[in-house]
């Protein structure tokens, strides 16, 4: 039959174009739809690569200014340029682009450019994505849905489009001058890694959330650790606040009016206001209910263990299933799926192994379960909590902010979370991941050798910490 194939994926982002790969070194036939004109899905083009480059070259500039003396380095009339800070950024999406243009080549996957509409269980309409006219017809055997998320609006008031003042991710990494003021709400991984960009850059910034804490999903001592870092940056931090109106006032301004518990309204001016609260799925034009794919009340497709949706034959991966929306996530999850198709046993996914990473300065990094999570859980733990300012790495560094803590079972001395805040912890939480993927005790990282002088050193000292209550360095 004519374009028939063995799997076919809707969308390209980390989860779609690693599991095409994947299947294609399996021997199956496989084709990808893409609504947009480049492959790489959101992470690439408008997430995780842009604001990563924008993350490093405003931290270059913020360090320059603030430490190079310290190190006897010095300059004359330092300043940026955004437009070639964006140019590079631009830059390292289009040659990762055409990495996964290359890879997509090399493994013989076809590429539909449209929107995959689902006409039968088998059987996918391919519209064109501005008109919407169908354009061709493709069979297959199994398909992964990886559609990814969008950001989630504020209901229930209009504020769009005042004079674009209302803005989201996509538009804050690809802003052409950086705004005096800038109100973000959310104080979720997005809206402080944005809010630390723009504060870097020379911009006063207002984190607003409505939860009594920042990055409220991540252990407690994470969120009070990053809002004292924050606030040492002159970012304004204010919670438990909910957004009750955004308008436009006078000389261009965006106000933001916020309620507290009691009733008492808040005002806050800015040049933008980014909103950061979260993402939806996409699931727009799929037309699931055509062959009776189940979503939740948040629009998210349920699948079980093994991501296959109520239709057998149909998986989902990503964002577009809920659950942390990380890149990472997405590619585990479309792995599993192949090596499902492809007849393979497989335990289920251990989410709660999948590490977390903010990228401010410092960096910020979890994975296994919080201490809430564990109380909830009623298990007996120890922690060990050992501070980057007693390791001698972090000295000559320049960032002694931080600290790594471990918690343990109490009884049996398995590893059950680690978090961590420091220079390097999105690298540094590896060690913590591998550990507990094969149940390490705290003894066991105490027994490894930790090089000298490193930032890992902070795992050897938290996990003596746990097991004998007693550090070397403290």
Known sequence: MKNLYDIVIIGSGPGGYISAIRASQLGFKIAIIEKHKNLGGTCLNVGCIPSKSLLESSKRFFLSEKYSKSHGIFFEKLHFDLEKMMYRKNKIIENLNNGINYLIKKNKIDIYKGIGVFQSKNILSIKNSISLKEEIKIHFKFCIISTGSKPLKIKNFNYHNINNKVIYSTEALNMNNIPKKLIIIGGGIIGIELGSIFSRLGSKITIIDSIDRIISNMDISLSKGVQNILKKHSINIQTSLSISDITLGKNEEVVVTAKNFQGE????????????????PYTKHLELENIGIKTNEKGFIIVNDYLQSSVENIYAIGDVIGGKMLAHKAEEEGLHVIEHINGKKLNKLNYHLIPSVIYTYPEVASVGYTENEIINKKIKYNIGIFPMKSLG??????????????????????????HIIGEHAGDMIMEGTVAMEFYSSSEDIYRICHPHPTLSEAFKEAALLNFENRSIHM
């Open 265 to 280: 309204n808040f005002l806050f001016t800015g040049d933008y206001c980014l909103v950061a609260i979260g993402r939806v």
């Open 393 to 418: 790495r972090a000295h000559t560094n320049g960032c002694t902010d931080g600290f790594l803590k471990m918690i343990s079972n109490k009884k049996t001395d398995e590893i059950l979370g680690i």
